[in-house]
């Protein structure tokens, strides 16, 4: 048992209190981030520091329903890192939709998804940014026709160029999209 101190009297309390016993106050409890190790509240779902999920182990009885929950913890944490794993690579404002689709999957088609190459969005800036005049963004995002057309646009008659300077601009929503779309048609697929 530690004793820590209550964050709206000071008064020094157990670490296992859930109120002060000099004010009545809740008492907060800090966990360590497992990703950055930064002290963040127990109760937090994503460590505000790294984005990482609060994910805590609780102490119970084993039995069989404990082993339900477990396989659930189990299943919950896997879509979590993943998520977590791919915050950058994937549409945040689609999380949700990705976490309804990913809550389904049997083991075998987990180790499917987790070995899905997606597109970097950083790197594909980079290439926009080199050889995206030619198309090669829109190519390497599945997009030929257009890749095409701008390919031909810059070859002919410099037109091109203004849609590459645009490209460059959404070349970071593309590839999230891209990446969207590659995981919703694998799961689709499995």
């Known amino acids: 048992m ?3 101190k209550c964050t709206e009297c000071g008064h020094e309390v157990s670490d296992k209190a859930s109120t002060c016993p000099n004010c009545g106050s809740p008492i907060e409890k800090k966990v360590l981030c497992k990703e950055c190790g930064q002290e963040i509240p127990e109760h937090t779902e994503v460590c505000p520091n790294c984005g990482c999920p609060n994910i805590q182990e609780k102490d119970t009885p084993k039995s069989h329903s404990h082993s339900k929950s477990t396989s659930s913890d189990e299943r919950t944490k896997k879509i979590q890192r993943f998520l977590v ?4 690579n994937l549409p945040q404002n689609r999380f949700g939709e990705i976490q309804e689709m990913l809550e389904n999957l049997n083991e075998e ?4 998804v987790e070995y899905i190459v997606f597109k970097d969005p950083t790197m594909m800036l980079v290439i926009s940014v080199l050889v995206g005049e030619f198309g090669v963004d829109r190519f390497m995002l599945g997009d030929t026709s257009n890749g095409a057309i701008k390919l ?4 002919c008659c410099g ?3 203004i849609w590459w300077i645009i490209d460059i601009f959404q070349i970071n929503n593309m590839t999230l999209d891209y990446n969207y ?3 919703k048609s694998t799961l689709e697929y499995i």
């Open 181 to 183: 779309k590659l995981l």
């Open 2 to 4: 530690a004793l820590i």
């Open 85 to 88: 794993e791919n915050r950058k």
């Open 109 to 112: 088609n987990w180790n499917k």
């Open 159 to 161: 037109v091109g160029l």
């Open 152 to 155: 031909l646009l810059t070859l």
